[in-house]
Nanobody, 124 residues
């Protein structure tokens, strides 16, 4: 069993930066692959980035490549999403999710554990 809690969301101007954290409970978190998703009002939940259990493999959706960086610190049971050069279209609730098996999964139904979400709002 893994429980996830996101933090670090907030309001930022376009061009600014935020770092989201996903803190996990459970001693076996280091065995889980983690993904970040986002959901804007009235839209589906979309894949943003993912990282393998070891941190050695990372995956990004095209719209955030070069701007967002996913990383993890297994000693702290935490995964991060560093978001730079933010745009108004990045505004959404951001969720972290965890699962085992194959890393880099991009569909929400492929993840078994979810956090409660963190609001990110980018003003123009």
């Amino acid at each position: 069993q893994v429980q996830l809690v996101e933090s670090g969301g907030g309001l930022v101007q376009a061009g600014g930066s935020l770092r989201l954290s996903c803190a996990a409970s459970g001693r076996t978190f280091s065995r889980y692959n983690v993904g970040w998703f986002r959901q804007a009002p009235g839209k589906e939940r979309d894949f943003v980035a993912a990282i393998s259990w070891s941190g050695g493999r990372t995956y990004y959706t095209d719209s955030v490549k070069g701007r967002f960086t996913i990383s993890r610190d297994n000693a702290k049971n935490t995964v991060y999403l560093q978001m730079n050069s933010l745009k108004p279209e990045d505004t959404a609730v951001y969720y972290c999710a965890a699962d085992q098996d194959v890393p880099g999964k991009r569909k929400p139904y492929e993840y078994g554990y979810w956090g409660q979400g963190a609001q990110v709002t980018v003003s123009s």
